[in-house]
């Protein structure tokens, strides 16, 4: 596959978050799980935040020393979770039940935030929130933010109540607790709010330490021991980044290090610093995930683990020392929780490439699904003989019967529902199949004239690609008795259909 330009990541949206303590001195924080169908961290517990809006910038001109992120951390606590970190003209807290109705009215859209302040004459007040550091999305994502988190505590006579919405269950939970539910497996934990948790070490929020000044990137933990590294690589577009990812603590395997550029390789080593690796391991042989994979190897002085398949159509480029089979387990020594027989299983799941490997922790119920899936756009599937559509479809069915928690892709972000995504993509062919045979005659049609037909839109760019998915859906349909080759470009429906 050859190397189109590199994609611009998209740029972040400011965005305001609150860690809200129960008391001064107290390690209970207000949280919440994100619901399931959001697309950004939904089915992940986090901290109460979301969007700045731009009426919170022009308020923000209007209230000195408060920021735009500011009023957009006070509104959005007040929508999410009922608190209203704003004061009377005597300079209290308003108390709970003056706060329903107007809670209500704000979240029916009946009144903009400011009408709200102003028609109770409730004033923000600059010191009600404490600037505790900003995080910035990492540019693999589609949907980025630069969040300010603000620490607050939570005021007298005022209770926190998540109604259900873009939060569901939300709760106080002791700081240190959540961390431990989150490495025991029981809890899928936002990855800022993991970073904001153990920068915390058990203390109270008053001592967060502003360990994130504007643009710092801590590691992304998705689930424990496991640590997500995206690397800007050539890919196909949308993409722009493949996600390496450090699965194991004593005992470490490096997945699919895609990176070519130099720079990008050294954020890798940035990235692995004080990391004992034992291996890396390549889900297929396709440039995107294997350019740093000799370099890594020879620096950590550790074998490269495929299918034998992908190490074949790697031959003279990158020795794979290790083959990797279905089935075969590579072990990781201890859970980050203490149990023993952590493992990773390869499941050989053929079809985007034939030596296409998946990687199943039965532990923490993972998926790291390297191409079989991504969350950016759907998954290009090349002709017979390196690829087949109807192999590719059984091995998504394959990967549809274990009852993973979190879907880990090589290109977009996580999922928390890996059997929505799943058959998501099953569904998309399903539906481009459906299109195919609704465009083939018993006339013959040539398969340029059918990609431009079932892909249009689709910049001239990357038209040879639809024309690829089109050649691999024919040799389904041509399996199946459904579709006739009349020659190398034309085919047209049998005879009789
Ligand atoms: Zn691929």
Redesign the pocket.
């Known amino acids: 596959m050859s190397n189109p330009p590199l994609g611009e990541p998209s740029r972040p949206v400011q965005a305001a978050s609150v860690l809200l303590a129960r008391a001064r001195g107290s390690t209970a924080l207000f949280v919440a799980m994100r619901s399931l169908s959001l697309r950004f961290l939904g089915g992940f517990l986090a901290f109460p935040g979301g969007k700045v809006h731009s009426a919170d910038r022009e308020l923000a001109t209007a209230s000195p020393g408060v920021s735009p992120q500011h009023i957009a951390a006070v509104r959005e606590l007040f929508e999410e979770t009922g608190i209203l970190l704003a004061r009377d003209e005597a300079g209290d807290y308003p108390q709970a039940e003056k706060l329903i109705a107007p809670r209500s009215e704000l979240l029916a859209e009946q009144i903009a935030f400011d009408h709200l302040l102003s028609k109770h004459q409730w004033r923000l007040r600059a010191d009600d929130l404490t600037w505790a550091g900003s995080l910035t999305t990492p540019p693999f994502s589609p949907i980025r933010f630069d969040t300010a988190f603000f620490t607050a505590i939570l005021p007298e006579g005022q209770n926190a109540e998540v109604w259900p919405g873009e939060l569901t269950d939300g709760a106080w939970r002791d700081a240190e607790d959540v961390l431990t539910s989150w490495k025991t497996g029981d809890l899928l934990v936002s990855p800022p709010t993991v970073a904001l948790l153990q920068a915390l070490g058990g203390q109270p929020i008053e001592q967060l330490p502003r360990r994130f000044p504007h643009g710092t990137h801590p590691p992304i933990w998705f689930s424990p021991g496991v640590q997500m590294i995206p690397l800007r690589c050539d890919g196909l577009p949308p993409s722009t980044h493949t996600n390496a990812y450090v699965v194991g603590e004593d005992t470490a395997y490096l997945l699919d290090p895609g990176a070519t550029d130099v720079g990008e390789q050294e954020a890798l080593f940035a990235s692995l610093e004080g990391r004992r690796l034992a291996g890396v391991v390549l889900t297929?042989h396709?440039p995107?995930?294997i350019g740093s994979a000799a370099v890594v190897a020879e620096r950590y002085g550790v074998p490269i683990f495929a299918h034998p398949l992908t190490a074949q159509a790697l031959r003279g480029r990158i020795d794979v020392n290790r083959f990797l089979d279905d089935g075969d387990c590579l072990d990781l020594g201890e859970t980050p929780d203490g149990r023993s027989r952590w493992r990773l299983q390869a499941i050989h799941t053929p079809g985007?490439?034939s030596g296409h490997l998946v990687f199943w922790d039965a532990y923490y119920r993972l998926l790291f699904a390297g191409?079989m899936v991504s969350m950016l756009s759907s998954v290009l599937i090349p002709p017979p003989p390196e690829g087949d559509l109807a192999i590719y479809l059984d091995s998504l069915r394959r990967m549809q019967t274990l009852p993973a928690r979190l879907l880990l892709p090589a290109h977009g972000s996580p999922s928390a529902r890996p059997a929505f995504v799943l058959e998501r993509a099953l569904a998309h062919r399903r539906e481009r199949e459906e299109q195919l045979l609704q465009a083939l005659t018993s006339e013959p049609r040539a398969v340029a004239d059918l990609a431009v037909e079932l892909y249009r839109g689709l910049p001239e760019p990357l038209m040879r690609f639809a024309d690829m998915q089109v050649r691999a859906g024919l040799h389904k349909l041509q399996r199946e008795g459904r579709a006739v080759a009349v020659d190398a470009e034309r085919w047209k429906l049998p005879a009789g259909f």
């Open positions: 297929h396709h995107d995930h985007h490439a191409d």
